[in-house]
């Protein structure tokens, strides 16, 4: 009952915690600028304010779609916060972001389509990490719930240290953020003006942007797991590795699309497959 | 007061400037001006815009761009001229391709004058514009309503 209390939680909080968190991002970027910035509150005036425009669509899919990618983010989160299997929840998060592609797909824009194969070639670079993610923390604690984990208090980020940093390496993709927004980018102008988002306008675009509070606040959550045994060191450890993501964001250009495939595939082979195979020689000696 | 006020994104398009507005409006994005402090974003996506913010003169090459342009950004939206040549053409009024002003192809709802406009005189303009489009947007809703 108490875990199911923590997962209503978070389908309510989740996006006030989302919304200030990306509102920090922008002050914070903007201060990296030497800029004032936005106001903190932000990201909720530009939702509701795309919540007051008129409804223009495309075709008839956009917004089932985008419906059905909100609904499987904030499903993602309630499974993971609910103690179900990370296998699942994981399994279910990429069916959210396969509904956003299809989303973005199903419009006939050049952008919206460059925009969706690119999300597809992310999607492929990011996955093989978390699948090494899940694997390591299965060898290490031999359960897949989030109570599980956090109740032997096994302190994961001694025993999987490269799959931690594996771990926010993809972070920053699923974040959409520099190097790697090839997708859509939340700055200005980019080659294909705003990629996956071109084609969505008013309500499915604020559906798009609440799906990505969302599983932020799900993927930070992921990351506290490696901290678990401190409480006090998790939290700390989320809200260095989201202000990492903000440094790396506002320091580093754009990626090529090959360029992130190859290293994201190298990153997951040497730090989440090198860190594997370390704990299996070391657990066998 | 509504939040079309607070989150106003811009789509700015170069009709034929000489890109000395153009200069001027992207001046207004840099530390200086800063125009993201009132949540203003420069987007190049009409989908997502609510202020279309004209430079330049209209020919008979780019009418038809505006347009197009123009009927992408959903309700409710505001046009700003900026500079004398997208308010009437300015020097370049008189040439055989020219329309004129941007008034001539779609309704135009605030006019910044200057050659080229200041940055101060294009904010000022598109926190006018702010004002007309959420009296845009009561509209609109009565329309709803009424109908």
């Not at chain 1, 419906?67 to 998060?93: K, N, P, Q, R, W």
């Not at chain 1, 190298?266 to 299996?280: E, H, P, Q, R, T």
């Not at chain 2, 034929?16 to 203003?40: H, K």
Request: a neutral charge.
């Amino acid at each position: 009952m108490k875990h199911f209390i923590i997962a209503v939680a978070y389908v309510i909080l989740a996006p006030f915690i989302g919304g200030i968190l990306f509102g920090i991002d922008r002050k914070i970027t903007a201060r990296m600028q030497r800029r004032v910035g936005p106001p903190l509150l932000q990201p909720f005036y530009d939702v509701l304010k795309l919540l007051m425009k008129d409804v223009q669509v495309v075709n008839r899919l956009q917004i089932p779609a985008i419906l059905c990618h909100l609904v499987f983010t904030i499903i993602t989160g309630f499974l993971f916060f609910e103690g179900s299997d990370i296998l699942l929840t994981m399994f279910v998060l990429t069916l959210s972001a396969v509904f956003l592609i299809i989303g973005a797909y199903s419009s006939s824009s050049p952008f919206s389509f460059l925009g969706a194969e690119r999300e597809l070639v992310l999607m492929t670079a990011y996955e093989p990490m978390v699948l090494l993610t899940l694997i390591g923390i299965y060898k290490v604690v031999g359960s897949f719930s989030l109570y599980g984990i956090i109740s032997t208090g096994i302190p994961l980020i001694i025993y999987l240290p490269g799959i931690f940093i594996g771990f926010v390496y993809i972070f920053t993709m699923k974040l959409r953020k520099s190097p790697f927004d090839i997708s859509a980018s939340h700055h200005a102008h980019q080659e294909i003006v705003r990629g996956l988002t071109s084609d969505f306008s008013g309500l499915t675009l604020a559906m798009i942007e609440m799906a990505h509070w969302y599983e932020t606040v799900f993927l930070l959550g992921l990351i506290y797991v490696f901290f678990a045994f401190n409480p006090l060191a998790g939290v700390l450890i989320v809200i260095a590795s989201y202000f990492l993501e903000i440094l790396v964001d506002n320091t580093f250009a754009r990626f090529k699309w090959d360029k992130i495939l190859n290293e994201a595939w190298l990153v997951a082979l040497i730090l989440g497959g090198g860190n594997i195979v370390a704990l299996y020689v070391i657990t066998r000696g | 007061m509504s939040f079309l006020t607070k989150s106003p994104w811009l789509l700015h398009y170069d009709g034929s400037s000489c890109n000395g507005c153009d200069i001027e409006v992207l001046a207004c994005l840099t530390p200086l001006y800063d125009i993201e402090r009132f949540g203003i974003i420069n987007t190049g996506n009409p989908k997502h815009a609510d202020i279309f913010l004209l430079t330049g003169s209209v020919n008979f090459q780019n009418m038809d761009i505006i347009r197009n342009l123009y009927s992408q950004i959903p309700d409710p939206k505001v046009v700003v001229a900026v500079g004398i040549c997208a308010c009437s053409g300015g020097i370049f009024a008189e040439c055989y391709n020219v329309l004129g002003g941007a008034d001539k192809v779609i309704p135009v709802d605030v006019y910044v004058q200057g050659c080229a406009a200041r940055p101060e005189a294009i904010i000022d303009g598109v926190v006018k514009a702010l004002g007309i489009l959420d009296r845009r947007y009561k509209d609109l809703k009565k329309i709803k309503v009424a109908s």
